[in-house]
């Protein structure tokens, strides 16, 4: 039986190993009628009875995130609140953006909405991971300067909800505008995420080496796998979901070119990897050290690092295992 679009319209996401769409009871695939826990508005039920029996393993995550809910409720109550002064102006809301963190009285409310991030990325469905991108983003909006690096976790986060083109937008931006040693970050003016639809397959080497984060290289190297994967049959079940938008892709007679081409360029990002941090790709094939290693300072290309970056982007590598599988090939793992 053919499955229904995915919640965005994108029937690829059926194709991720996030759960997505469907009641959260193990084992349960029903679709329709699904209502929203209560506690923490992040997973899905078809049933009382369901939820019920799922209550003992859901309870601690739910927990958690409902009371960072209601922490940011209460911080977000007192910002709104609080009158101008030589500290803060304002409705920093619309009167700050741009520079939010800069006015030390928008701290407290940026912390506490930072840790329902990752309260909400403990649960494991397309419902918490959406909410937590849309959380990051709205974030970047008010403080662009980004102190701190909320940016980091956004494109694993578009790649495990199947927005592909998005990541690489964001990915790209980054790496180009905002690269510019002329941009201006604290002016709420300048062009900011402004970049959409790029070109997916054009080469990625003039900038590859300018993205500072080693999160957004890993991304953008599973990124050209997945596409990888979609030409080599171009196909309707795909991971990727650029292809939706590129009839003149779709179209053509014959890929050969375009997958060598990829093939070159995912071959290049993984070499761009292992040379930024030798430890990242061994790190995939242990998991259970990686992802309970607590975060720590670090210094460029020390193991520390991993801590960090693993955490970002280790589910867009386990939630689509064929990619997982290309890029130990690639990486000699």
């Given amino acids: 039986m053919d499955l229904p679009p995915a919640p965005n319209g994108l029937s690829n996401r059926w194709n991720l190993g996030l759960r997505w769409g469907l009641c959260s009871e193990p084992g349960c695939i029903a679709r329709d009628n699904l209502l929203k826990c209560g506690g923490c508005h992040a997973i899905l039920y078809c049933s ?47 009167t700050a953006r741009g ?29 918490a991971v959406e909410t937590a991108l849309k959380h990051s983003l709205k974030m970047l909006q008010l403080n662009p300067g980004d102190n701190q690096g909320v940016r980091d976790q956004v494109p694993g986060l578009f790649l495990r909800l199947g927005r592909d083109q998005e990541a690489y937008d964001f990915i790209k931006w980054y790496a180009t505008v905002g690269a510019d040693g002329d941009y201006e970050w604290g002016n709420p003016e300048s062009p900011f995420l402004n970049l959409h639809d790029e070109d997916v397959f054009e080469r990625v080497d003039e900038y590859a080496e300018e993205l500072f984060d080693l999160g957004m290289l ?103 295992p064929a990619a997982m599988e290309v890029v130990k090939k690639y990486a000699g793992i």
């Fill in 48 to 94: 009382v009875d369901h939820q019920k029996a799922d209550r003992p393993q859901h309870k601690s995550s739910c927990n958690i995130v409902k009371h960072a809910r209601e922490e940011l409720v209460k911080e977000e109550a007192a910002l709104r609140a609080r009158p101008g002064d030589a500290s803060m102006p304002e409705n920093p809301f619309e």
């Fill in 218 to 320: 890993v991304c953008l190297t599973n990124l050209k796998i997945r596409l990888l994967l979609d030409m080599e049959w171009v196909r309707e079940d795909a991971f990727s979901d650029v292809l939706y938008k590129r009839r003149d892709i779709v179209e053509r007679a014959d890929w050969t070119d375009l997958i060598a081409d990829l093939e070159g360029q995912v071959k290049k990002l993984v070499e761009c990897v292992k040379k930024r941090n030798e430890h990242y790709w061994p790190a995939l094939n242990a998991p259970e050290r990686w992802a309970a290693a607590y975060p720590t300072a670090f210094s460029p290309g020390s193991p520390q690092e991993i801590n960090i970056v693993f955490r970002q982007t280790w589910y867009t590598w386990s939630e689509c």
């Fill in 99 to 127: 520079g939010f963190w800069s006015w030390q009285p928008t701290r407290p409310y940026m912390r506490s909405r930072l840790a329902l991030t990752a309260a909400l990325l403990n649960i494991k469905t397309g419902v």
